[in-house]
């Protein structure tokens, strides 16, 4: 038998839950206009089942009539053996209390009202994101209040110029912040006047560079590599120095040579190159170094793993500073150390627009595969003999 069952109604009203329709009919003027009454869908017998099954059909009968909150509208129907019956044709939910009733959601009705009724209030410009996000909000019942304050406080100082920690509201902290970027952003992006934004930051990690705040610095991590340098004092290969990166764009190194290497162990045990340092962890943010000028005036050695994203990197790097040259990325280099071959978990397939030729042709070897699958050769795999050899040739370029 494939006739409606109660659990069949009760999940059509489900499904207009499931969807925000029932809390997004509490926002309108008119709670339930457009939505209630609202005919279900009902699979009935059909006139051939209700002569051959007719005990059935009257089980089915009082099935439905268990259901709460549900009205049937019925139409007469006549059995030949008894006689003049009552069929129901048509389910229906008459109200949108008679619906929250059936799924018993009173609870989350009253959260959600409540929360509407606090955006009204506070901070109208929202409500439009209530309407599209109904069951988002209901989730972040808890934390409504504060969220509707922290948007009132950017609005009374867009672009503040502190730091989140210096929020001062009642319950607001800087994890709390932290952990609700994702739904700030959407609100703040609502109700914030276009001047406040700095739209070309964007994400969770720029939320900060986006609304006025001040964010850590950014960090650059640097060794001289020159006993005789006296840009520090002490014994200049020993230090190792870390440096927001406004200071490390005004700094004066006296050095006509630069190393960026993308490991730990390699960066400390780095060996001694006259007129030179070297600069730990760039990574994919060389953007982070383009305000030091001076690099220009430097010859740039990038050092990275063999691989097809040590090889993005370096084209990342030649887009901020184009005279970079690889160090240790070589076809001879990787042949020389097969032994300390890897695997690279996920390659990068795209083209790279910042490579020689000789570096196109070995990236190209690398991602087609066509030496070994997925193959790479980590930075700190490779002899130190062989770096300290390499490291003299460039050094007495």
């Known amino acids: 038998m494939n006739?409606?069952?109660?659990?069949?109604?009760?999940?059509?009203?489900?499904?207009?839950?499931?969807k925000g329709d029932i809390l997004r009919a509490l926002l309108g003027s008119e709670p339930q206009e457009g939505l209630f009454p609202r005919r279900l869908t009902l699979r009935a017998p059909s006139s051939g089942e209700?002569?051959?099954r007719f005990e059935a059909a009257r089980a089915w009968i009082g099935e439905l009539r268990q259901l709460p909150y549900c009205r049937l509208e019925m139409r007469e129907?006549?059995?030949r053996t008894f006689g003049a019956n009552a069929m129901p044709c048509a389910a229906w939910i008459d109200t949108l209390d008679d619906a929250v009733a059936l799924l018993g959601k009173?609870?989350?009705?009253?959260?959600?009202?409540?929360?509407a009724a606090a955006t009204r209030a506070t901070q109208p410009l929202l409500l439009p994101w209530l309407m599209q996000r109904p069951l988002r909000a209901l989730e972040l019942h808890d934390a409504w209040g504060r969220l509707l304050a922290i948007v009132g406080w950017l609005r009374q100082r867009p672009r503040p110029g502190v730091y989140?920690?210096?929020?001062?509201?009642?319950?607001?902290h800087t994890k709390f912040i932290e952990a609700h970027r994702g739904v700030l952003a959407e609100l703040l992006d609502l109700s914030l006047p276009p001047g406040a934004i700095a739209s070309e930051y964007s994400g969770i990690h720029q939320f900060s560079a986006r609304y006025g705040f001040l964010d850590k610095p950014l960090r650059i991590r640097f060794r001289i590599l020159d006993r005789n340098n006296r840009t520090l004092p002490g014994n200049a290969p020993t230090h190792d120095v870390t440096l927001d990166a406004d200071s490390f764009a005004a700094l004066a190194p006296g050095v006509s040579c630069v190393f960026i290497t993308e490991?730990?162990?390699?960066?400390?045990?780095?060996?001694?190159?006259?007129?030179?340092?070297?600069?730990?962890g760039a990574g994919y943010g060389f953007s982070l170094l383009a305000g030091a000028r001076w690099l220009s005036d430097c010859r740039l050695y990038y050092w990275g793993d063999i691989d097809t994203h040590g090889f993005a990197m370096l084209s990342q790097l030649r887009a901020v500073f184009g005279h970079a040259e690889s160090l240790l990325m070589d076809r001879k280099t990787l042949m020389a150390f097969e032994a300390?071959?890897?695997v690279e978990d996920s390659q990068m397939l795209r083209d790279l627009p910042g490579l020689n030729a000789a570096e196109q042709a070995l990236y190209d070897d690398l991602r087609d595969n066509r030496i070994r699958k997925n193959l790479r050769l980590e930075q700190e795999r490779i002899g130190f003999e062989w770096v300290r050899v390499a490291v003299g040739s460039v050094a007495r370029d």
């Not at 609870?107 to 959600?112: A, I």
């Not at 162990?265 to 730990?280: G, K, M, Y």
Request: glycine share 4%; charged share 25%; hydrophobic share 45%.
């Open 3 to 18: 006739w409606s069952r109660p659990a069949d109604l009760r999940a059509q009203v489900q499904r207009l839950w499931d």
């Open 50 to 52: 209700l002569t051959e």
């Open 77 to 79: 129907f006549r059995h």
């Open 106 to 115: 009173r609870r989350e009705v009253e959260r959600f009202s409540a929360i």
């Open 164 to 172: 989140l920690r210096q929020v001062d509201l009642p319950g607001v």
């Open 263 to 280: 490991n730990e162990t390699n960066f400390l045990a780095f060996p001694e190159v006259t007129d030179s340092l070297v600069i730990f």
């Open 340 to 342: 300390q071959w890897g």
